[in-house]
């Protein structure tokens, strides 16, 4: 029998007295209760907030002319400098980028060792590359896409805070400049935010660009959709993911070009992964000098998992997102474009909708 019947059918004086006792105390199983119910309104109400948001900044109808500026770009995987790419492969590209957007190539060239070399036999074929390119599509840089990971979040990778990696890092730029490339681009990750090594190294890699008459272009990060929220992430989960963006801003004072990587962001709903990107186009936009060119990256590939969720993350839904943030922020900002990423995993539906939602 429970306690709440032994009540019920009057037990004798001692029982009675502690049943009235006991039945106004909550018990441990209601008491659990009540602490899972605060717990999932502490969790999902912030939650249910920010998708509210999202959803919102998805709505409404980008402004006219907030279409491509011939600054967009691409990233190449390493098949087109190490031999697996031919003349034939160049000229279906070339086909594939007339009448687009499509300004630069950011050809995978390395990636580059912990130390900050790299060895030439990386991109055996770039100079035929280079050539190829400037043949069949006149007018379309052809950047050095180098990168590593960084031993910010595990023991194994590259130490910006070394100062011979950060020397070794410049004389690798000068080496494969000396190649013909048209610009470096640099994808080094995963980079936290305040990274006082990385600016420094902006900074010497600048001027070599710079000497050479070529563009410094860099990965990005995203930028935090809420004050601080990288500091939140780095505590909870030793993985800051964001940039604030105030560091952002420093990032791209001293870069030529800035990708936003505005992909993998975990969001479930095509409407919610559109207005992310609205809301990270227009906080980019915000801190970008008018001389660097902005873009900001398109999902071109497909996968499934906590990260990235092909169904929401989709060429369509970016593209309105740029075009909503642009248009609310800075309609008629000229170096301003996007980034397709990446070729090798492209569908002929992905290029379809680059085309008609952003060249058209």
Not at 299 to 312: G, I, K, S, T, V
């Amino acid at each position: 029998m429970s306690q709440a019947q032994d009540i019920r059918t009057g037990g004798d004086g001692e029982g009675e007295g502690d049943g009235r006792k006991k039945a106004g105390e909550p018990s441990a199983r209601r008491r659990l209760r009540r602490a899972a119910l605060g717990l999932a309104l502490v969790v999902l109400v912030p939650l249910l907030s920010v998708a509210a948001a999202l959803r919102l900044n998805y709505a409404g109808d980008p402004a006219d002319g907030t279409r491509t500026r011939g600054k967009d770009a691409i990233w190449l995987g390493h098949a087109w400098v190490d031999g697996r790419r031919t003349d034939a492969d160049v000229r279906a590209l070339a086909r594939r980028l007339r009448d687009t957007g499509i300004r630069d190539l950011y050809v995978h060239a390395g990636p580059l060792e912990h130390d900050g070399t790299l060895p030439a036999s990386a991109y055996p074929k770039a100079a035929w590359l280079i050539g190829a390119v400037h043949r069949a599509a006149p007018g379309v840089r052809v950047q050095a896409w180098l990168g590593d990971k960084l031993a910010t979040e595990t023991p194994e990778g590259m130490r910006l805070s070394e100062h011979d990696t950060r020397a070794a890092v410049v004389r690798s730029t000068r080496q494969i400049l000396a190649t013909g490339f048209d610009g470096a681009h640099f994808d080094l990750e995963p980079l936290h935010s305040g990274d006082r090594h990385y600016l420094g190294l902006l900074d010497a890699l600048h001027r070599v660009t710079r000497a050479h008459g070529v563009p410094l272009s860099v990965a990005a990060h995203q930028i935090d959709p809420l004050p601080g929220l990288h500091s939140v992430a780095g505590t909870l989960a030793g993985h800051p993911k964001w940039w604030s963006q105030a560091f952002f801003g420093q990032v791209a004072r001293r870069v030529d070009q800035i990708a936003v990587m505005s992909y993998d962001t975990s969001t479930p709903l095509e409407s919610l992964y559109g207005g992310y990107v609205a809301q990270q186009t227009s906080l980019a936009l915000e801190v970008t000098p008018d001389s660097t060119d902005l873009l900001m990256g398109l999902p071109f590939y497909r996968e499934n998992n906590f990260d990235h969720w092909a169904h929401a993350e989709t060429v369509p839904a970016a593209v309105r997102g740029v075009r909503l943030g642009l248009s609310r922020t800075d309609a008629d900002r000229a170096n301003f474009g996007v980034a397709l990423y990446v070729d090798f995993a492209a569908t002929q539906a992905d290029w379809t909708a680059y085309e008609r939602d952003w060249v058209r």
